[in-house]
Every structure is written in C-alpha cells, then in structure tokens.
C-alpha cells in the first residue's frame, strides 16, 4: 500500500490544492486524511457526506470550586499563563489560557480546584466521491497537537480496508502536527515555491523527513513568477538527489476552481495538465499500478 503525505515547509504554498488535484486524478481505491488540522478544508473541495463525528478530548483544564474556595489567590499568584482571573467577585479560570499545567490543583490549600476533561475540537469521517475522507475540526482558542493529528490517521487508517492509497494532507511546518503526520508514511511529496523563505523551509523539512526514512518528492509550484529562485530550489533538489516531480504554473484558473469548490484537475488549464504530469511521474517513482 502507499502512504503518501502531501506537505510543505510553510503556509500559502498551494499543498491543500495539489493534494485535492492528486486525489482526483487517482483512480485506485483510496483513503483521503486532513491532518492539517488547523485549517481543515480539504473537504470544501468534494461533495461529503458526514459518516461520524466524535468530540476530541484535548489537554485538561482547571475548574474551581466556588463552595470550596477560601478567596486566597495562592493559585492566581503561581499561575505562569494568566489563566486564572477575578471575576464576578471570584476566581475563575480562563480556559483559553489554561495550558492543564496542574499547578493549580497543587497549590491550592482548600482542594478546590481540580482538573477537568475539556473538548478542544471534533474528528470526523465523511464519504466523497473520491473515497472515505478523516479530518478534524479545532475548537476557536484550541491549540493544535500531533495527538489530534494520530487520531485523525487513526480514523483514516481503520477505513483502508480494501484501498490502495492513503493520502494525507499535511500540516506546514516541522512541529509536532508534523512529526505525526509523516510517522508510518511511505514517502512525502513536498510542496514549496519559488521564495527565499520557501527555500530555506524545504531545506529544515527535508532534514526532519529524512530521519523517518521516506521517499521524498518535490514539486514546485508558481515556478514561473520567479525563475531565478526556482533554479536554485531544482539546484538543492539536484545536490541533495530529491526528485522534482512536478513544475505547476501560476495559473488563474486555480483561484476559480477553488472558489467553486472543485479540484482544479476538473478544468482544462495549465496547472491541471502540470498536475497531471506531476501524478504521471509520481505513479513511476512510487511503481503504482
């Protein structure tokens, strides 16, 4: 089976639209995954059909007991995130800011504060026409975590029964969404752009992947709004012998099949016959049937 990550070394660079493009033209049984779950859309570009959701259980948060509480505010003084605030004549906790450190619990002489189960967000498996798709949903103020991200694959992971490919849509960046998303993957394709910070973020997302032993592809979109940054983006490819498998073109058409909520492979523009070609090669190198 292939498992495939479609990542990028920062945010903007067209990751979500090339991996919605790749699951389209793919006509082996699949299972499509969000993992990039701080902005979850993958599925805005297919019809879906909502299967389950489930409550996603985060860090723990503190909750005071105002029967038991004697007003003496050692918990607010040893509080390093500010999280616990007067209010109404009280002290009460700020759950935006409670990082579930427990030193409140600890400190406090009366037991009145104790930690609490609290719901950062929502998983969810929905069917497309394109196969079974796991993502997830963050609560407003939640942070992400590579726990969200293992749950999501865990979802994805029970629906392959019978599939071929996985596909993932990763986080940017080389954190711990990261870190999970790419655990237990056959190989990532990155997607950067003809940037000097793009460039300089391939080459830290190029030095985490290699430490889980992946195949690791490129593909460079936008390459024609800067060739001169785009030669030395294929020149680190070609030095650190990491395929370029694909060159996708700026191209208009892009922001319109967006807008309408389909995957751009559904046009007849240059970025769909690139993205094409970008499947094509990819097919080879990973010897898909």
Same mark, same amino acid.
């Given at each position: 089976?292939?498992?495939?990550?479609?990542?990028?070394?920062?945010?903007?660079?067209?990751?979500?639209?090339?991996?919605?493009?790749?699951?389209? =033209?793919?006509?082996?049984?699949?299972?499509?995954?969000?993992?990039?779950?701080?902005?979850?859309?993958?599925?805005?570009?297919?019809?879906?059909?909502?299967?389950?959701?489930?409550?996603?259980?985060?860090?723990?948060?503190?909750?005071?007991?105002?029967?038991?509480?004697?007003?003496?505010?050692?918990?607010?003084?040893?509080?390093?995130?500010?999280?616990?605030?007067?209010?109404?004549?009280?002290?009460?906790?700020?759950?935006?800011?409670?990082?579930?450190?427990?030193?409140?619990?600890?400190?406090?002489?009366?037991?009145?504060?104790?930690?609490?189960?609290?719901?950062?967000?929502?998983?969810?498996?929905?069917?497309?026409?394109?196969?079974?798709?796991?993502?997830?949903?963050?609560?407003?103020?939640?942070?992400?975590?590579?726990?969200?991200?293992?749950?999501?694959?865990?979802?994805?992971?029970?629906?392959?029964?019978?599939?071929?490919?996985?596909?993932?849509?990763?986080?940017?960046?080389?954190?711990?969404?990261?870190?999970?998303?790419?655990?237990?993957?056959?190989?990532?394709?990155?997607?950067?752009?003809?940037?000097?910070?793009?460039?300089?973020?391939?080459?830290?997302?190029?030095?985490?992947?290699?430490?889980?032993?992946?195949? =690791?592809?490129?593909?460079?979109?936008?390459?024609?709004?800067?060739?001169?940054?785009?030669?030395?983006?294929?020149?680190?490819?070609?030095?650190?012998?990491?395929?370029?498998?694909?060159?996708?073109?700026?191209?208009?058409?892009?922001?319109?099949?967006?807008?309408?909520?389909?995957?751009?492979?559904?046009?007849?523009?240059?970025?769909?016959?690139? =993205?094409?070609?970008?499947?094509?090669?990819?097919?080879?190198?990973?010897?898909?049937?």
């Amino acid at each position: 089976m292939i498992r495939l990550a479609v990542i990028s070394g920062k945010g903007g660079t067209g990751k979500t639209m090339v991996t919605a493009a790749l699951a389209d =033209i793919n006509r082996l049984p699949q299972v499509l995954a969000d993992c990039d779950v701080d902005a979850s859309n993958l599925e805005l570009l297919f019809p879906h059909r909502r299967i389950s959701t489930e409550a996603f259980m985060g860090l723990e948060v503190a909750r005071i007991d105002p029967a038991r509480c004697q007003d003496c505010g050692i918990c607010a003084d040893r509080c390093r995130f500010g999280a616990i605030v007067r209010r109404d004549d009280a002290w009460q906790v700020d759950a935006l800011h409670c990082e579930g450190c427990g030193v409140c619990e600890y400190v406090c002489p009366m037991g009145a504060i104790r930690m609490e189960p609290h719901i950062c967000g929502e998983i969810c498996t929905s069917a497309t026409e394109r196969g079974y798709l796991a993502h997830a949903r963050l609560a407003p103020g939640s942070g992400n975590s590579g726990l969200l991200v293992h749950e999501v694959k865990k979802r994805a992971v029970g629906l392959l029964d019978g599939c071929e490919v996985m596909l993932v849509d990763g986080p940017p960046g080389i954190g711990c969404p990261l870190i999970s998303t790419i655990s237990g993957m056959n190989a990532v394709l990155i997607v950067t752009e003809p940037s000097v910070s793009a460039l300089h973020d391939l080459g830290r997302l190029v030095t985490v992947c290699r430490r889980f032993n992946l195949r =690791i592809f490129v593909a460079i979109n936008r390459f024609d709004l800067e060739e001169g940054i785009c030669g030395e983006i294929e020149a680190y490819c070609e030095e650190e012998s990491l395929p370029v498998v694909g060159r996708i073109p700026f191209d208009l058409q892009v922001v319109e099949a967006v807008r309408n909520n389909r995957p751009v492979t559904r046009t007849q523009s240059p970025a769909s016959k690139a =993205i094409h070609a970008l499947w094509d090669n990819l097919s080879e190198e990973l010897e898909m049937p």
